[in-house]
């Protein structure tokens, strides 16, 4: 009698691909003739019609290079079928005004919008521009440079903390992954 063998199909997360069993695996290839590639990109066969052609990502690029998205329609109808979209997706240009996935999106602390402002900066900048910023402040009012100016060290001590404040931000952003 045989003995089994070792398996990796035990606990979760399943270990092995879903089409790893031993019988082959159904992958459908490019409908372009003679292509051997997967053809895992439908494209429409006709302008109005819901059957698709399965190509593979070149070919499809080229199958959609002269592709008109209008054609068999006349402007009132292609106004209607644009407006229709608009209706559809609009709300995914919405959320883009609010900028969404972005530094501006509520992830900032109001210290760190405060240092921002300090260093004249937006608040979706990144710590290389913020960096830039701080070095280029910092030499127009280092005490070194205006000796005995009051208001440049305090300007100085301003972008001193400003920097602190976002450098330490940035280190716990990238602590946190």
């Keep these: 009698m045989r003995r089994s063998g070792r398996t990796n199909d035990w606990g ?26 997967r053809g895992d990109c439908p494209a429409p066969k006709s302008p109005n019609s819901p059957e698709r052609w399965m190509f593979c990502q070149k070919h499809a690029a080229e199958y959609n290079q002269g592709w008109d998205y209008f054609a068999g329609l006349n402007a009132e109808e292609a106004a209607q079928r644009e407006s229709s979209e608009r209706q559809t997706h609009s709300g995914y240009a919405e959320s883009a005004h609010y900028g969404w996935a972005s530094s501006g999106d509520g992830t900032r602390s109001r210290d760190e919008l405060r240092a921002l402002e300090v260093l004249g900066l ?18 127009e009012v280092h ?35």
């Design 12 to 37: 979760f997360p399943r270990w092995r691909g879903y089409e790893g069993a031993r019988e082959a695996a159904t992958i459908r290839l490019c409908d372009r003739h003679g292509c051997t590639e």
């Design 122 to 139: 937006s608040p979706d900048a990144d710590f290389d521009e913020v960096r830039k910023a701080w070095r280029t402040k910092a030499k």
């Design 143 to 177: 005490p070194d440079v205006r000796p005995g100016d009051k208001d440049a060290a305090d300007a100085f001590t301003a972008l001193q903390l400003a920097y602190e404040v976002l450098r330490q931000a940035e280190e716990r952003r990238e602590w946190r992954g």
